[in-house]
C-alpha cells in the first residue's frame, strides 16, 4: 500500500511539465507498473535482494518516463495499474513467480548483484 501511495503522490507531482500522452500509452505505463509491482512483491517473498531490486528500479524508471503527464494521465495510469493488478492477483502465484524469474535473466541478475555491491560499497564510505 505505501507503494500505491507513493505511486499517485509521485504521477501527481510529475504532472506539472504536461505532454499528453495517448490512452494506450498511458493504459500500457499503468499495467507495467503493475506487473513491475507484483514482481517486486514475488522477490520480497522470496527474500531475492537482486530480484527486488531489479523490479523496483523498472517501476521507478517507469515513473520517471512518465514525467511529463497531465493530471488526466495520472488517474488513467492509476485506474489500469488498479485494474491490471486485480486481474494478476487472481493467477496462481507459481505462475506469476515463473514469469517473474523468466523475465529476470541471469544477465540482469548480475548487473544488478554488481549495482547493489557497488551501493554497498559507496555507503560504507
Same mark, same amino acid.
Given at each position: 500500500? #505505501?507503494?500505491? $501511495?507513493? $505511486?499517485?503522490f509521485l504521477l501527481i507531482s510529475l504532472s506539472v511539465n504536461a505532454k499528453p500522452l495517448s490512452? &494506450? &500509452?498511458? #493504459?500500457? +505505463?499503468?499495467?507495467?507498473?503493475?506487473?513491475? &509491482?507484483l514482481c517486486s512483491d514475488v522477490a520480497e517473498d522470496r527474500n531475492d535482494?537482486?530480484?527486488?531490486?531489479y523490479y523496483n528500479d523498472m517501476y521507478n524508471d517507469s515513473l520517471r518516463a512518465g514525467k511529463l503527464l497531465y493530471i488526466g494521465g495520472v488517474q488513467v495510469i492509476f485506474t489500469e495499474q &488498479? #485494474? +491490471?493488478?486485480i486481474k494478476l492477483d487472481q493467477i496462481d502465484k507459481d505462475s506469476i513467480t515463473l514469469l517473474c524469474l523468466s523475465r529476470f535473466d541471469g544477465l540482469s541478475r548480475k548487473m544488478q548483484e554488481q549495482k547493489m555491491a557497488a551501493e554497498k560499497n559507496t555507503t560504507k564510505m
Open positions: 500500500m #505505501k507503494i500505491l $501511495t507513493l $505511486t499517485v490512452d &494506450q &500509452q498511458l #493504459k500500457l +505505463t499503468g499495467r507495467a507498473l503493475a506487473n513491475y &509491482q535482494p537482486a530480484m527486488f531490486h &488498479q #485494474k +491490471t493488478a
